[in-house]
């Protein structure tokens, strides 16, 4: 494996399973949550009131809205598509957003080493309120792009949401590494970009999108790389 750091100028993250998380995405956060608190809904029923929730909030929440009350409205409209206690889910908001803040503070430690070496930015399939989640963490201060899908228009893996990116923070492609936990979205983004990648890979037994590939655990191991 080539030094994957190495002769790079930025790097770009995706927020959610990523900043907020080791590699694990908001749903299967949920339902892990979901599932210690009792909750028992069928797979199909759970993913449904999940994602209802989530796409319903694209362009309709406040871009001032924080991550507190992005997922309080994830829990409440969980609630209501499940038919159930708006408490049960209230709860699972508030384990769930405890555990992204305490990810989040790491997150913003990493980011303010990081970025004394490189140029950061962040491309998030959003709400249209990244930019406010970023504030409220204590990222915005390293970031010199945080780019949103539903500002922009469009979705990872599509392209033109990664040259927004790149293109807020005066980089290439080719000096640039993006670090996610998707590889459908993340990875197979960053390729099609000729940008290099790491994979923050939770637990998952699927192999990287290219032989080679940087594999990390955890976020923090991305200091190892650091030239």
Known sequence: MTAPLAGVRALLFDFGGTLDAEGLPWKERFLRISLEEGLEAPAAEFDRAFYG????????????AGLRETVDRVASGMASRLARDPELLRRIGDRFAEDSRRHLAASAALFSRLS???RLGIVSNFYGNIGAVCEEAGLS???GAAVDSTIVGCKKPDPRIFQAALDGLGVSSGETVFVGDSLRRDMAGARAMGMRHVWLRAGSEDAPCCPGDAVIARLAELEDFAP
């Not at 929730?53 to 001032?64: C, K, Q």
């Open 53 to 64: 929730a989530t796409d319903s909030l694209e362009g309709t929440i406040p871009r001032s």
């Open 116 to 118: 004394q070496r490189y």
């Open 141 to 143: 201060p390293f970031l």
